[in-house]
């Protein structure tokens, strides 16, 4: 408890944890947005803490996880193992859901402004629980990488997703009344997707550049939609 290494790298794999859940924080948002206002809190806490209960497990399963980046099989050369059969599946599942996803926003709604395709609450949670296992694995590779004692990556996993879990609740609210916003982080889920993809198929894509070009984009967005709202003020005042 005093070394101060122990202090830096639980702090850094916090940050990094956090950053590493946006994308699982907006598809959990995205999802839980399609249920009932009484059942979406309900679903994201528990999307959220199947995401816990997967990282730990996987965490208490280290030996599990190493043994998951020792080839497989070979294609064109490259040497498949089952992390990168994970990362293709869990990348074209994204993908698929991001793209079906898009096309239901672009949809009408009818005249009681609600959507025709209904989904159910355990529809939702498991699309939650397959994405979950996928950016666990991502998650617990990076602990792995980082700190070398077990406790200190639980502790940092816990209270990342406990922060996750804070978070998720506005920025869920943001997102649907602002539709653009929502858009843009479909968006981000089909390049999340591509990323997986590429990752399965060895080839590494540093994170780094997607979420700085999204994060510009929703920046750029929120500025658009203070615009549009003093527009809409100006013109009611004149009204």
């Given at each position: 408890?005093?070394?101060?290494q122990?202090?830096i790298g639980?702090?850094?794999?916090?940050?990094?944890?956090?950053?590493l859940?946006i994308d699982?924080?907006?598809?959990?948002?995205?999802l839980a947005?399609?249920l009932?206002?009484?059942?979406?809190?309900?679903?994201?806490v528990?999307?959220l803490?199947?995401a816990?209960?997967?990282r730990?497990?996987?965490?208490?399963?280290l030996?599990?996880?190493?043994?998951?980046?020792?080839?497989?099989?070979?294609?064109?050369g490259h040497?498949v193992?089952?992390?990168?059969?994970?990362?293709?599946?869990?990348?074209l599942f994204?993908l698929?859901?991001?793209?079906?996803e898009?096309g239901?926003?672009m949809?009408l709604k009818?005249?009681e402004?609600?959507q025709?395709k209904?989904?159910s609450?355990t529809?939702?949670i498991?699309q939650i629980?397959v994405?979950d296992?996928?950016?666990?694995?991502d998650?617990?590779?990076?602990?792995v990488?980082?700190?070398?004692?077990?406790?200190?990556m639980?502790?940092?996993?816990?209270?990342a997703?406990?922060?996750?879990?804070?978070?998720?609740?506005?920025?869920?609210?943001?997102?649907?009344?602002h539709?653009?916003?929502?858009?843009?982080a479909l968006?981000?889920?089909?390049l999340?997707g591509?990323?997986?993809?590429?990752?399965g198929?060895?080839q590494?894509i540093d994170k780094?550049?997607i979420?700085?070009?999204?994060?510009?984009s929703?920046?750029v967005?929120?500025?658009?939609?203070k615009?549009?709202?003093r527009?809409a003020?100006?013109e009611?005042?004149?009204?």
């Amino acid at each position: 408890m005093t070394n101060p290494q122990i202090w830096i790298g639980f702090f850094t794999l916090v940050a990094l944890e956090i950053v590493l859940g946006i994308d699982n924080i907006i598809f959990i948002s995205i999802l839980a947005g399609k249920l009932p206002p009484e059942q979406r809190d309900r679903a994201r806490v528990l999307g959220l803490a199947a995401a816990l209960i997967s990282r730990l497990l996987l965490l208490l399963g280290l030996a599990w996880v190493v043994r998951l980046r020792e080839p497989l099989f070979e294609i064109f050369g490259h040497g498949v193992s089952g992390r990168d059969l994970i990362l293709i599946l869990g990348g074209l599942f994204l993908l698929a859901k991001s793209v079906i996803e898009i096309g239901d926003s672009m949809e009408l709604k009818d005249k009681e402004g609600k959507q025709r395709k209904v989904t159910s609450f355990t529809s939702v949670i498991l699309q939650i629980m397959v994405l979950d296992i996928v950016f666990s694995l991502d998650s617990v590779i990076t602990a792995v990488g980082m700190v070398e004692e077990l406790g200190v990556m639980v502790a940092a996993v816990i209270v990342a997703v406990l922060v996750m879990l804070f978070a998720s609740g506005p920025i869920s609210r943001f997102v649907d009344r602002h539709p653009s916003i929502k858009m843009l982080a479909l968006a981000f889920l089909v390049l999340i997707g591509v990323l997986l993809l590429a990752e399965g198929f060895g080839q590494h894509i540093d994170k780094g550049y997607i979420y700085f070009a999204m994060a510009f984009s929703v920046v750029v967005e929120l500025l658009n939609i203070k615009m549009r709202s003093r527009h809409a003020k100006a013109e009611s005042s004149i009204d």
